[in-house]
DNA sequence: CCTCCGCGATGACAAATGTCATCGCGTGCG
DNA sequence: CGCACGCGATGACATTTGTCATCGCGGAGG
């Protein structure tokens, strides 16, 4: 039986997903959790072969979960299925060590197969996204670049940012010019938007 | 047998839903969609109980669908399944014929026991969100707001909005502003995200 | 050693944005 | 009828935002 752990933060989604994966003769669900850090308890204390990861959850998220389980639960293979197939986060998710990227709107019967060939060895990666992700390159915001752009992501003012990180309001406004160049941007809304859609972010 | 359509633009979702229900002995799905035009016409040849919509989907979306499936197939019960919560979700959800509205965080045991219970008549809805729905009343943006507002989400300049609505530029702007004094917003990114979050868009 | 680059800052400037008062037009409603 | 309200527009104004040149500091690397 291949031992699966399930990380989802939508329960429901979640549970279908059990489901899914218990109607296969040859995988068994053994855990599951809604966020990253229950994912790398519930997936230390069952030692599975494959921990099944979302990204975008509270607290930490799918890829900070790889990150920790290849420290941690070293047997332990770490697919990713994520709703978003963006750039930055497939180069992330690698980076991070995982063995496979799957997008949610591919059809169900790919999770099985992806999860089987992933125990044999293989990576799994779509191939039309890894081109996507090739073809844009690195992530060309400096840290700081990224702090101020994601502040300014809720609407925030300038003058918000600046009291948020601890900088001057010019310093603020010298970052955000920086990053709306960088992402080919007319204003910040247009630069988070672009910075987002590349898993930059 | 309860005979259920699902639409759900994610097919891994939606296959995952559908495994899900196939455990219940008393439910079949007899159809599935990937939007709510599919939707619509699987609904119509099959003739379902149950018409289960996701709300975010590519074309017409779970509460238009909704509504045309109230005068195409009336026997047809309309259960919302959806991510977010929105207030405005909700309300638009029940005048469009809706009997229930779940969201997908919502435990996945509770998606059958809704279905049923729709089927003895009942109308299912989260307390919590049903009075967080009356609570913030109703959408207080007039429709050419809502148009400027959704026009401006992303990121486009005044003239941008200015020539894709025919409109002269102080008219958008002055939308802008109104839209942004009724969000009690401090700009229009504000008031794009808080207009979101409430189901206004 | 020197250079590049990221970080943080300042000042000046142009352009975009937000606010307000005011106007006309039409539609619905008490 | 008179009134309110949504739509569309104009002009003026203050504020915010985006851009640019320039400075200093420190670390990494040829």
Redesign the pocket.
């Known amino acids: 039986m291949i031992r699966v752990v399930l990380a989802e933060d939508q329960s429901m989604v979640r549970g279908a997903l059990a489901s899914l994966l218990g109607l296969e003769p040859d995988i068994e669900v053994v855990g599951e959790a809604a966020n990253g850090d229950e994912a790398v308890e519930v997936a230390e204390a069952t030692r599975p072969d494959i921990a099944l990861l979302d990204i975008e959850m509270p607290g930490r998220d799918g890829i900070a979960a790889a990150e920790e389980l290849r420290r941690r639960v070293p047997g332990c293979r770490v697919v990713i299925l994520t709703t978003f197939g963006r750039p930055g986060y497939l180069r992330r998710a690698m980076e991070a060590g995982a063995v496979a990227f799957l997008v949610k709107d591919s059809p169900a019967r790919d999770l099985a197969a992806a999860i089987r060939r992933v125990l044999r060895g293989e990576r799994v990666i779509d191939p039309g996204l890894a081109a996507a992700a090739l073809s844009a390159g690195p992530n060309p915001l400096?840290?700081?670049?990224r702090d101020v752009l994601s502040a300014?992501a809720d609407g925030s003012?300038?003058?918000d940012i600046?009291l948020r990180?601890?900088?001057?309001?010019?310093?603020v406004?010298?970052?955000?010019?920086a990053a709306?160049?960088k992402t080919a941007a007319?204003?910040?809304?247009e630069a988070v938007q672009k910075a987002q859609a590349q898993g930059w972010l």
């Not at 990180?165 to 310093?171: P, R, V």
């Open positions: 400096s840290p700081r670049e300014a003012t300038i003058n600046a990180l601890h900088l001057s309001e010019g310093t406004r010298n970052y955000l010019s709306i160049q007319r204003n910040r809304i």
